[in-house]
């Protein structure tokens, strides 16, 4: 099912003429030459982070999970196509992340690198759509998960619907470990 899935995502890429340009493809390439190791035209889920790594991302290990979850096939690895697949779109995350940190700077003034009530207050009251004091006080003990009285860009990611950063006591640390260790004994 993932894999229809992916290839749909594929066949609508290139409909939709989302194309890379010829550096991105050429640094794609390099890398995931670089991890097929016996030149089979696929790299090892083990290898995935690596290889995004050396076409320029950084992908977490939470992250590459989650890639993996999305487009495993039970081939226990993906080809080009697929590569080029995944890392378009961690690029279109990579852009989402700008726009977090761009939008934060709109709201801290200071060098502090927290948002204070008044600051949100201030922002938020000169939007169209008038949003009540109650309103923002509310959203500021939402999302103000260590009750400093600020939100930081960790809070205020998720504020604005981003996963968190940090993820208290990783559970899925042990799981990446796993993953490895079965690419290993293959």
Known sequence: MKALI???????REILGDKLDPEEYKAYRDSFEAFDWN???????????????RAGHNPTDIEVLDIINKIDNETG???????????QDISKDEDLETGYKETFRVFSKDEEGCITAEEIMFV????????KTTEIEEMI?????NRDGKINYSEFRVMLG???????????????????????ER
Do not use: W
């Not at 089979?40 to 290889?51: K, P």
């Open 39 to 53: 030149s089979s035209g696929r790299i090892s889920y083990g290898s995935l982070q690596a290889a995004m790594r």
């Open 124 to 131: 938020l009251k000169h939007l169209p759509g008038q949003i």
């Open 77 to 87: 690895g993906l080809d080009f196509e697929e590569f080029c697949y995944v890392m």
């Open 162 to 184: 981003a996963i968190p950063l940090v993820i208290p006591g990783n559970p899925l640390k042990p799981a990446v470990r796993e993953v490895d260790r079965l690419e290993v």
């Open 141 to 145: 003990k939402t999302v103000d998960k």
């Open 6 to 12: 992916l290839d749909l995502h594929k066949n609508l």
